[in-house]
């Protein structure tokens, strides 16, 4: 797609050679877009629903400080690492059958997480839960983009799904809480049981599509997914064993060879897990970079939230899962909003504002003190903050796969999920990074003080402790609206399509 185009191009129709003769119409499409919308609900909630629960795994495991971040870290990089081999795996083994496949792994990894008796095998669980979610979310996007016509069917579409991806984010964190209060915190994982058996009851309504040709690219996947890995282990012990640690500059310089690598194999192979190919185009190129960065800082903004509520706050889980609802609500009405504004305006127009008031929210969360209001100040920064970043997810996503040809939408919908995903896994290394250096820098072992303090009842201590912690979470916030900036002039530099096509007699693209 050219950059100064108006409309988005209906993707090429792919040899049809052994496809079904008929896509699902009428009810049985509202009944498909359910279960997409069900498993990608299902899918993103498993990000957040974890959050809420920390402090209690943290008490009913042993689990040290060092090692809570891995619980929601584990589940981003296998994800987002993945996302890529899931992607390709659509294209070639049928879209519905690794939709199947991925809901089913993901189902059993909730049910191994709940009966996790250790740390080390929770995490074990987490990153099996990635795996699930790599192999079904790229074919759920995909099954949209091939099932519905260009312009308003599909926008619509994909503002439900869109929706779906950013409430999912809230809702787990609303659950998460009355489950681990009502219940015990095992239930954010075996909630997801009931949800993935329904999903996979409802794949009976989808229309599986066409393979097409090709292999796996298994270099690409070790080296890809090796070096992420390598990096974010890197950010994370560097900021606990100081950036010149013998480990720590070795995790770089093997994430440094292995990135290269992993490039290289992509130019050289004939079947590229990731074609450089899709760069070419700068909207599709500017739409993945600006959601690496919406990912840094959502998944940062929901995670010291979390901590700030419980731990500076006192809130119960289910009372910060209730408090998160203004997320919910300002994503809602951004994503439905902008899902039909696409069709009046430029990407660029919509995205780009939608950043810059998730960055004002950011920044009001930076003025956050020990004794902060909830209705005052917590509320309206959360509203503000939401519908900036709902406003940004659906010019994002429609960019994403936009101009795409029907053979390789299931890894253009992979990039897009491997960007949010990744930046969320980095933006929350190197934010939990500052927040724990600048609060130590306040009061040494800040977070160890705080513990100490609270269980012998020493409240002078407590208090510089929520002090010292809450100054550390500010300036993770000051970090994380420094990166919706930062997508914000990627979005004013690099995405300069126009606004999406409104007609619906655009020849539509049915699965197969």
């Known amino acids: 797609m050219s950059a100064d185009s108006t409309a988005v191009t209906a993707p090429a129709p792919a040899d049809t050679a052994g496809a079904p003769d008929s896509a699902p119409r009428g009810r049985h499409l509202g009944l498909a877009l359910f279960v997409i919308a069900a498993a990608q609900l299902m899918v993103v909630l498993d990000g957040t629903i ?4 920390l402090p209690s795994i943290q008490t009913a495991l042993d689990v040290s400080d060092a090692n809570l971040a891995w619980i929601v870290n584990s589940y981003a990089l296998a994800f987002g690492g993945l996302l890529l081999l899931g992607g390709r795996a659509g ?6 059958r690794m939709f199947q496949l991925g809901i089913a792994v993901f189902t059993l990894a909730s049910l191994l997480g709940g009966l996790a008796p250790n740390e080390g095998l929770l995490i074990g669980a987490r990153v099996l839960q990635g795996v699930g979610a790599a192999v079904a979310a790229p074919s759920a996007l995909a099954l949209i983009a091939t099932t519905f016509p260009e312009g308003k069917p599909r926008n619509k579409a994909m503002g439900v799904y869109a929706a779906m991806a950013g409430i999912g984010a809230t809702v787990g964190l609303l659950l998460g809480g009355i489950l681990t209060d009502a219940l015990d915190w095992r239930w954010v994982f075996f909630v997801n049981i009931p949800i993935g058996l329904a999903v996979l009851a409802g794949t009976r309504t989808l229309v599986e599509a066409e393979r097409h040709h090709g292999r796996l690219d298994i270099p690409g ?31 770089f310089a093997v994430a440094a060879v292995l990135l ?15 074609p450089l190919g899709l760069f070419r185009d700068r909207n599709r190129s500017g739409s993945y970079a600006t959601m690496l960065f919406i990912g840094a800082g959502m998944m940062a903004t929901f995670y010291f939230l979390t901590l700030y509520l419980q731990l500076i706050l006192g809130y119960s889980a289910v009372k910060t899962g209730f408090a998160n609802l203004p997320f919910s609500l300002g994503m809602g ?19 780009g504002p939608g950043l810059l008031i998730a960055a004002v929210g950011m920044f009001w969360f930076a003025t956050l003190t020990p004794d902060s209001s909830y209705a005052g100040h917590l509320m309206p920064a959360m509203f503000v903050t939401a519908l900036g970043l709902g406003m940004s997810f659906v010019p994002m996503t429609l960019g994403a796969v936009s101009g795409v040809g029907h053979q390789e939408t299931g ?11 990744i930046g969320g896994a980095l933006g ?19 977070a160890a003080s705080f513990y100490r303090a609270a269980a012998t009842q020493d409240h002078g201590l407590l208090a510089r402790a929520a002090d010292a912690m809450t100054h550390g979470y500010t300036m993770a916030f000051v970090g994380a609206g420094a990166m919706f900036l930062a997508g914000l002039v990627v979005t004013g530099l690099a995405v300069t399509a126009g606004k999406q096509r409104t007609d619906e007699a655009a020849a539509p693209v049915h699965l197969g």
């Open 50 to 53: 974890t959050n809420i629960a």
């Open 91 to 96: 294209d070639l083994f049928g879209r519905r």
């Open 411 to 421: 890894i253009a919908s992979a990039l897009l999920n491997t960007a949010q995903q």
């Open 428 to 446: 929350l290394a190197v934010l939990a990074t500052i927040s724990t250096s600048a609060a130590n820098d306040r009061l040494p072992d800040a």
């Open 221 to 251: 996947t070790v080296t890809g997914t090796g070096g992420l890995i390598a990096l974010v282990y890197g950010i994370t012990r560097g900021g606990e064993h100081g950036w010149t640690d013998a480990l720590t500059l070795t995790c």
């Open 333 to 351: 009405v951004a994503a439905t909003v902008s899902a039909k504004l696409v069709t009046r305006l430029a990407p660029r127009l919509i995205a």
């Open 260 to 274: 290269v690598v992993f490039l290289l194999v992509q130019s050289r192979t004939a079947h590229p897990m990731m």
